[in-house]
């Protein structure tokens, strides 16, 4: 039994690039987490201010749901503000993801991808980079990032920190429990050709499952490993 820490900037990411493998995860007995570092949806209004607390709360209501479905035993909200981790200092942020760390005692943590088009994921993978620094004592012998659909292949600039995976894990079996899940986040979820909707879900896995032989498969790039 291994104990997994998903490490994600808003509500849906948990789902859209490592539900099918948490889903597997979960299935095979291990002990899966998440921590969501930001609110969510405060970005779209004009101010912070525009979104209600009843949305925010709605919105996190989706998460329990979703997570419920895809196997996660907790899910924990730290309510950064959406789309502003660089208006935040990073000490800050990596001080919660250690705080959680020291909650869950992971052995694996997945989490963003650095070449990703969001700032927020950006920040997201330095704090738990930095977080899992090798010093002292620390329990995280993985960390691997994965692909946010809408944002991962949305960098089109920065050819050199495009997402290259080296890990794929085979979720035909669990695949369903995901676009189930998805299916919960009513705000997020769009209609094709998005990316953000359970075609592309769909698409995405095939096209990673291609790559490796699989039907469908979630695709991880592996940044550290301690045997």
Same mark, same amino acid.
């Given at each position: ?13 948990? +789902? *859209? &690039?490592? $539900?099918? @493998?948490? #889903? ?8 899966? !987490?998440? /921590? +969501? *570092? &930001?609110? $969510?949806? @405060?970005? #779209? ?8 607390? !009843?949305? /925010?709360?709605?919105?996190? $209501?989706? @998460? ?164």
């Amino acid at each position: 039994m291994s104990k997994i820490l998903v490490v994600a900037a808003h509500p849906d990411d948990e +789902i *859209l &690039g490592v $539900g099918g @493998t948490v #889903r597997k995860h979960a299935d095979n007995g291990d002990i899966v !987490e998440c /921590l +969501i *570092l &930001g609110e $969510g949806l @405060t970005s #779209r209004g004009a101010k912070r201010e525009d979104i209600s607390q !009843e949305e /925010l709360a709605m919105l996190h $209501g989706h @998460t329990l749901q979703s997570a419920e479905i895809i196997g996660y035993k907790n899910v924990y909200f730290s309510n950064f503000p959406d789309n502003r981790f660089d208006k935040v200092d990073l000490l800050d942020i990596v001080k919660e993801v250690e705080k959680y760390i020291g909650i869950v005692k992971p052995d694996i943590i997945y989490t963003h991808h650095y070449g990703d088009l969001n700032i927020d994921h950006i920040r997201t993978f330095k704090a738990v980079l930095t977080a899992c620094r090798p010093v002292g004592e620390y329990t995280v012998k993985e960390i691997y990032c994965f692909e946010t659909l809408s944002s991962t292949e949305w960098n089109f600039g920065d050819k050199n920190n495009s997402f290259r995976p080296n890990v794929f894990i085979d979720i035909e079996n669990t695949l369903s429990f995901k676009l189930k899940a998805m299916t919960c986040y009513e705000t997020e979820l769009r209609e094709y050709p998005h990316p953000r909707s359970l075609k592309g879900l769909e698409i995405s896995a095939a096209r990673w499952g291609m790559v490796v032989g699989k039907k469908y498969a979630e695709a991880f790039e592996l940044i550290r490993k301690v045997d």
